[in-house]
Nanobody
């Protein structure tokens, strides 16, 4: 089983930036970043294949960038121009086996 550990969350003002990291304990294929705000369902924010093909939710297009370092088994989520509605717990997910990390809190103050 592959273990996923997220980091990089925190408190940021609206308009600011944060970069999240997801470190995997083994080789990973298609990866995704999800988020879950209080009282809402978990939603897919972005995904990336091993070949760096990416996909984004409409709500984050142009503001978030997903990337990966296959040599280090790390996936990143660069978030810019953050909005209060981006406040959520962010999770990384490995698509093939359904592994999840523990989540990292992102809070955007307006």
């Amino acid at each position: 089983q592959v273990k996923l550990v997220e980091s990089g969350g925190g408190l940021v003002q609206a308009g600011g930036s944060l970069t999240l990291s997801c470190a995997a304990s083994g080789s990973i294929n298609v990866m995704g970043w999800y988020r879950q705000a209080p009282g809402k369902q978990r939603e897919l924010v972005a995904s990336i294949t091993r070949g760096a093909r990416t996909n984004y939710a409409d709500s984050v297009k142009g503001r978030f960038t997903i990337s990966r370092d296959n040599a280090k088994n790390i996936v990143y989520l660069q978030m810019s121009n953050l909005k209060s509605e981006d406040t959520a717990v962010y999770y990384c997910n490995e698509f093939d086996h359904g592994y999840w990390g523990q989540g990292t809190q992102v809070t955007v103050s307006s």
